[in-house]
């Protein structure tokens, strides 16, 4: 018989790449959840799948949907980091106080959670903290694992460290659920995934700040400055949405290898500082409009708090050891940055490019 995933969080951008390749697979059925369907819309009438509208907090609604499926994909989240210091109140209560009640519900109907935390637990380095530049330079000093980086994460005063905290706390409580109920859990910690549909453009469909991609595609859009947080040193490795759905489709197909585990899910060789990345935006944006081959792009650092407000702190870097992903799901991410940017850029100008053109000012 074929499982049935339940996909919480299915009109997202993870959850609408995830949908698509699961419908894809003659495998699976699918009951997929969430208040927004318009990343969907094209799958909604699919044979295989059943859509709820419905929001999480609604337990009442959504305990048919996981009594009825196999395993639970939990993809609900604010992840934001404009948020995290602005309401974080409402940080915590999506990202921990409504996503328990779906750890509890899995344990008592023995359902497998297949939840998303984030690279975000990890917080900052040990090696932004030492002042040895030999010591700073220790890749156990600054490469993450799941069961052996030490999670660190700023003051309480620092409310940009709400959102870790909650999801760092709700990994801790599934985890325990595991450990005293037999829960059977995986947990997935995403490292800057990237791809077609991901964020908004704001004043387009979205209002406030986007994560880093979606402002340098504003900023080169609407010919503003591209903006670098401090000077833009802060690293990511960006990794490419299809790689990404592989991983949870190799958990999905590997049941025993991936009960009870936590798998950093991104590619390490696709580590940029930030003013990195907009140096290639910039040149890839060149390529891909040659309209604006011969077109200067500004780039200019802006202090944090002036940016994201008061309480803003920045993980300065999040690499990731990808071994146990590799040994235990044979999953190795593919895609190098500049495709992954080059794919995301395109989806980006195809979406909101005349939008843009429109409304220059706003
Ligand atoms: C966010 C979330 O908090 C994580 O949970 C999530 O895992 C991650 O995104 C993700 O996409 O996977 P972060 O990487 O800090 O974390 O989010 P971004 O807003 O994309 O910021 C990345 C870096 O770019 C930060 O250093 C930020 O200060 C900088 N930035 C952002 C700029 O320099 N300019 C901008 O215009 C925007």
Known sequence: M????CVLGAGGFIGSHLLSRLLGEPTYRVRAVDITSDKIRDLLSHPRLTFATLDIHDTKSLRPHIEASDVVVSLVALCNPSLYNTVPL??????????????????????WLVHFSTS??????VAGFVSDTRAARDKKHYVLTEEGSPLVLGPVSAQR???AAAKQLLERLIFAHGF??????????????????????????????PRVLACFMEALLRGKPLQLVDGGGSRRCFTYIDDAVDAVMA???????????????????????????ADAMVRLYRTLRPEFADTEFEIESVDAE???????????????????????????????????????????????GADCARREAC
């Not at 005293?180 to 995934?193: D, S, W």
């Not at 991936?258 to 930030?274: D, L, Q, R, T, Y």
């Open 90 to 111: 409402d940080v915590i209560d999506a990202n921990y106080d409504q996503p328990r009640h779906v750890v509890r519900m899995c344990a008592e109907m023995g359902k």
């Open 120 to 125: 975000e637990v990890y917080g900052r380095t």
């Open 161 to 163: 460290w709400s959102y």
């Open 251 to 277: 958990i999905l197909g590997k049941p025993a290898k991936a009960k009870g585990e936590i798998f950093n899910i991104g590619h390490p060789g696709n580590e940029v500082s930030m003013s990195e990345l």
């Open 180 to 209: 005293e109920h037999g829960l059977q859990y995986t947990i997935v910690r995403p490292f800057n995934f990237i791809g077609p549909r991901m964020d908004y453009i704001p004043g387009i469909d979205g209002t406030g700040v």
């Open 306 to 352: 002036a940016f994201y407000g008061a309480g803003y702190e920045d993980s300065d870097r999040r690499m990731p050891d990808i071994s146990k992903a590799e040994d235990l799901l044979g999953w190795r991410p593919t895609t190098s940055l500049e495709t992954a940017l080059r794919q995301t850029m395109q989806s980006y100008i195809e979406e909101y």
């Open 2 to 5: 074929s499982p049935t995933v």
